[in-house]
């Protein structure tokens, strides 16, 4: 990590542990709309990589989008991740005044794990009386709570030691059932942060499920890298965009 990196990170670190939404709006407001969901093992809030450049990229594309700084830490233990996500959709409706029958989650490692946990009904958008997301975006996201599959720190803030029911809530893997929303992801075969096969189970259970899904894979890419900007996973993004509008 690069001194300017470094300096960004340690910012994000001491923001304020609080929901927030930035958007990022663009003047037709039957736009379709995306929520960025920044990863950080819900220690932190990634914004600086996997907030606000992704959100200006969906902007430039004629989406309106939104960067949602969720609760993170001792604050992040289920349900409070989805609980944001439908304060965030919430206030787009009604604060923004957008039309949420064309919406989407774009949701990076931890933030993928909330996103697509989001997308099950019963835990998700139907718990929050919300639309069902047209697509979920998941990039490298976690997928599991089992030891050898997780990301460590994403398991102790969102289940902690002891609570089973958030522990099995959280393997969303195990947790697709038909009307599950249409689905994107992609994962690196250099990530060290969150195991591979974490993607590979969630696309074994939405085939097993028939849910419309798209599944990449980038040799040599790895974890934290956001729009994937000068790496083998550079278009990520426009293919996610052209899978969900059907570009």
């Not at 960004?8 to 930035?22: P, R």
Request: glycine share 10%; aromatic share 14%.
């Amino acid at each position: 990590m690069d001194l300017l990196a470094w300096h960004k990170y340690n910012k994000e670190c001491a923001h304020a542990n609080e929901y927030e939404l930035t958007p990022y709006l663009v003047e037709d407001k039957n736009a379709p709309i995306v929520v960025v969901c920044p990863g950080g093992g819900y220690r932190m809030i990634a914004a600086f990589i996997e907030g606000h450049p992704v959100a200006k990229y969906f902007q430039s594309q004629g989406i309106n989008a939104f960067v949602l700084r969720y609760r993170v830490k001792d604050k992040a233990h289920y349900p409070a991740p989805l609980e944001d996500i439908a304060h965030a959709l919430k206030d787009i409706r009604d604060i923004y005044h957008l039309d949420l029958s064309n919406y989407a989650l774009c949701g990076f490692s931890a933030g993928g794990h909330m996103c697509g946990l989001f997308g099950v009904e019963q835990y998700g958008y139907g718990k929050y009386d919300l639309p069902k997301p047209s697509m979920l975006m998941l990039v490298y996201p976690v997928t599991s709570m089992e030891k050898g599959l997780t990301h460590r720190t994403t398991k102790k803030y969102f289940a902690g030691n002891n609570d089973k029911e958030a522990f099995e809530i959280g393997n969303l893997y195990k947790q697709i059932r038909s009307g599950y929303p249409k689905t994107y992801i992609w994962r690196g075969n250099k990530d060290r942060s969150v195991p591979y096969k974490d993607s590979d189970l969630l696309i074994d259970s939405l085939l097993h499920n028939n849910i419309p899904c798209m599944y990449q894979k980038y040799y040599r890419a790895g974890h934290g890298v956001g729009l994937g900007q000068g790496c083998v996973a550079g278009e990520w993004a426009p293919d996610a965009v052209a899978y969900w509008l059907n570009r």
